[in-house]
C-alpha cells in the first residue's frame, strides 16, 4: 500500500514550456486535491475532484488543468509555464470527513 | 468559498510551557476540521481531527476544541518538547468537500 505517489520529485522548466505532474493513490479514495506551497506559506487549492470524471476549481486554478479517468489517478497539467508557477505542489486524497493523506511533493521551479 | 484564518503566523515557546494556536472559519457548512503538521522539506500530516458535532477531543498532549457558533476551532499542545518545532496548519472540510487550510503558525519550541 504505497499510499499517494506523485512525480516527478524536483523539476526545472524554462518560461512557456509545459509539463505533467503525475498523482496516483492506492487507497481508493474518491477525493483528490492539487495544492501549491509557496515558500513560507501556506496551502492552496488548485483543483479538486470528488469522483472520477467529476473536477472542480479550487481557489488558484489559473493557469492549470486536471483530469480524472480513473479513481486511481489525477494529474496535473501546467501549460505555458511562467515564474509565477515556482512553488512545491502537492497532491492529496482523501474518503468522506476523513484525514486527508498527502504525496511527498514535487518542487517545481521556472526559470 | 471558504475562508479560513490562523493565528499566529509565529509562535515560541519553552520547552515544557503549552502552545495555542487558534483558527476561525466562515463557511457554516464546514463540518470536519483537521491540523496538520509539516516538519521542514516534508509532506503535511494529520495530528488531530474533530467533526462538527463535537465539541473537544484530546490525544495524549494534544487537543482540539471546537465552536461551532462562533466558527472558531484551536489547538492546544501542553507540555512542548523541541519535537514539536515545526509548521501547523488547521484547515475546513467545506459541504461540496473541498478542504481550505489555514495559513499556518511556525511553532519554535526553546529548549
Known amino acids: 500500500n504505497a499510499g499517494v505517489t506523485q512525480t516527478p520529485k524536483f523539476r526545472i522548466l524554462k518560461i512557456g514550456q509545459s509539463m505533467t505532474l503525475q498523482c496516483t493513490q492506492d487507497?481508493?479514495?474518491?477525493?483528490m486535491y492539487w495544492y501549491r506551497q509557496d515558500p513560507g506559506m501556506g496551502l492552496k487549492l488548485i483543483y479538486y475532484?470528488?469522483?472520477?470524471?467529476?473536477?472542480d476549481k479550487g481557489e488558484v486554478p489559473n493557469g492549470y488543468n486536471v483530469s480524472r479517468s480513473t479513481t486511481e489517478d489525477f494529474p496535473l497539467r501546467l501549460e505555458l509555464a511562467a515564474p509565477s508557477q515556482t512553488s512545491v505542489y502537492f497532491c492529496?486524497?482523501?474518503?468522506?470527513?476523513?484525514?486527508?493523506?498527502f504525496g511527498q511533493g514535487t518542487r517545481l521551479t521556472v526559470v | 468559498g471558504e475562508n479560513v484564518e490562523q493565528h499566529p503566523s509565529t509562535l515560541s515557546v519553552q520547552e515544557g510551557d503549552s502552545a495555542v494556536i487558534k483558527c476561525t472559519y466562515s463557511?457554516?457548512?464546514?463540518?470536519?476540521f483537521p491540523w496538520y503538521k509539516q516538519e521542514l522539506g516534508k509532506r503535511p500530516q494529520l495530528i488531530i481531527d474533530i467533526r462538527s458535532n463535537v465539541g473537544e477531543k484530546k490525544d495524549q498532549r494534544i487537543a482540539v476544541t471546537l465552536n461551532k457558533t462562533a466558527k472558531h476551532f484551536s489547538l492546544h499542545i501542553t507540555e512542548t518538547q523541541p519535537e514539536d518545532s515545526a509548521v501547523y496548519f488547521c484547515a475546513a472540510l467545506t459541504g461540496a468537500n473541498n478542504l481550505f487550510f489555514g495559513t499556518g503558525t511556525r511553532l519554535t519550541v526553546i529548549p
Open positions: 492529496a486524497s482523501s474518503t468522506d470527513y476523513t484525514e486527508a493523506f
Open positions: 475532484s470528488v469522483g472520477a470524471g467529476i473536477t
Open positions: 487507497m481508493n479514495h474518491n477525493y
Open positions: 463557511d457554516s457548512a464546514s463540518n470536519y
